[in-house]
């Protein structure tokens, strides 16, 4: 596949991005590239047009796939498997977002629930440690709360909230 100067910008950017967002760069610019790809690719495809090894591209296939944004398609006539990522931006970053949730912030809850019991266990001598890491559990279970409400709102409801902006600011006073 030929990139046109747009898509080639577009996955050097995402690539760039992922990366800064902890997310190795060649599987953010292999979903760049199946999401401005017109059709689904197979792995040879996408290790050409990236100038990636093809062992690197089944890796990062794999880790797109159990993210849920990477899905494999039929392709009539082909034996090789193709790929094709979410194209629904609204889905995508719910999938995302639920993904991120599950390895990064529930597994936090989890240690934090231990190490607030912990310290309350080793009494004053973990006192101010307890108190600390009490706020911290409380505002993690506070950002998960609110996430899990909005994440159980309407499509049409969560796009509304969304945009709402400064005049969300403006109703709360």
């Known amino acids: 596949m030929l990139l046109t100067d747009v898509s080639r910008k577009f996955v050097l950017h995402w690539g760039?991005?992922?990366?800064?967002w902890g997310i190795n760069r060649t599987i953010a610019q292999i979903h760049a590239l199946l999401y401005v790809s017109p059709e689904p690719l197979n792995a040879d495809q996408i290790a050409e047009t990236l100038s990636v090894a093809r062992s690197n591209v089944s890796m990062s296939l794999r880790e797109l796939q159990g993210w849920g944004i990477v899905q494999v398609v039929p392709v009539l006539g082909e034996r090789k498997d193709h790929f094709t990522t979410q194209q629904d931006v609204w889905e995508m970053l719910l999938v995302v977002l639920d993904e991120r949730k599950k390895r990064e912030l529930d597994p936090t809850l989890t240690v934090l629930r231990e190490c607030v019991m912990e310290a309350r266990e080793q009494g004053d001598t973990e006192k101010h440690t307890a108190q600390r890491l009490n706020e911290l559990l409380q505002l993690v279970e506070t950002c998960g709360g609110w996430y899990g409400q909005v994440r159980s709102l309407p499509r049409?409801?969560?796009?509304r909230f969304?945009?709402?902006g400064s005049r969300?600011?403006?109703?709360l006073g």
Not at 16 to 20: L, N
Request: glycine residues 6%; aromatic residues 0%.
């Open 16 to 20: 760039e991005m992922g990366s800064r």
């Open 156 to 159: 049409p409801m969560l796009v």
């Open 162 to 164: 969304l945009k709402m």
């Open 168 to 171: 969300l600011r403006k109703l």
